[in-house]
């Protein structure tokens, strides 16, 4: 664990402490410092929980782009078998932001669709840092007309700051392949589970979450804007993007409230990026269990099913 978030500088202090005792000891083996190392290391596991007890939603933004969260490819590497990435819009390019491909969830054949940010800066500028151009969503339009040629269920991994604004993909018509992918996933006859892993920003998510079920992992983050571009507009002044993030209602659990989204999935303790193994692995639970949810509705019940969950959307919470 080497990238520390803003608010947890305390508990960095008191994990580095704890390191450098056993470095120490490594180095000269008359040293006993277990004790005094196991002490910081409780510690430090009960500083974590009080600064993960009650996040801010500002905070929870800073959780859900931590550098070191999982992103799609891990996702599809742990949960998925016999995965075949399918690549290209047939139409201008291959658009590296979105991967996607056939594959196997628990021996159920699927159509896997996702957001990738990438790694590292090598991989995060090839990537886009997960930010998609209308090729990317052309692309998923393909797989998701494939998937309902073939009756597969499709599952999406949300994770993007949004769609990328650039000048050449506006040329290419961005907005309208973003209308398209959402219209796409209102239409197909197959069940559409979505999972936002990190951000869901703006419409570039909403052309991947138009589902029939949409789980946020706990500290994810689902909105219409970022809490900066917010803030830039409401106030004239991004820093002011902590007052955003608490009127945007960004958060899972503000969200599961007005409708928006079905289910939370739990997190491990200060995050999916410190346990990314048991994260995914709940992830592919959860999904699993919304898949089986869905699993004996016709093809016309899922159309409706979907359409009737937008159309109810906000009616839970408006009060609150």
Known sequence: MTNYLDFEKPLAEIEGKA???????????????????????????????DLYKDLTPWRKCQVARHPERPHCRDYIEQL???????????????????????????????????HEKGADTKSRIERNFGMARPEGYRKAIRLMELADKFNLPVVTLVDTPGAYPGKGAEERGQSEAIARATEKCLQIGVPLISVVIGEGGSGGAVAFASANRVAMLEHSIYSVISPEGCASILWKD??????????????????????????????????????????????????????????N????????????????????????
């Not at 016709?298 to 359409?307: A, F």
């Open 19 to 49: 390191e450098e005792l056993r470095a120490l000891a490594r180095t000269n083996e008359e040293m006993d410092v277990e004790a005094e190392a196991t002490a910081l290391d409780k510690k430090a596991a009960d500083l974590l929980r």
């Open 80 to 114: 998925f078998s016999e995965y075949t990435p399918l690549a290209g819009d047939r139409n201008f390019a291959d658009d590296l932001a979105v991967m996607g491909g056939l594959a196997r969830l628990d021996d159920t054949p699927v159509v896997v669709i996702g």
């Open 238 to 295: 991004a820093e002011k993007m902590r007052e955003a993030a608490e009127a945007l209602r960004l958060t899972a659990q503000d969200l599961t409230k007005l409708g928006v989204a079905d289910r939370i999935i739990n997190e491990p303790m200060g995050g999916a990026h410190r346990d990314p193994k048991k994260a995914i692995a709940d992830v592919g639970k959860a999904i699993s269990a919304m898949l089986k949810e869905l699993g």
């Open 297 to 320: 509705q016709s093809r016309e019940d899922l159309v409706k099913d979907r359409r009737q969950k937008f159309l109810n959307m906000g009616d839970k919470g408006l009060a609150a």
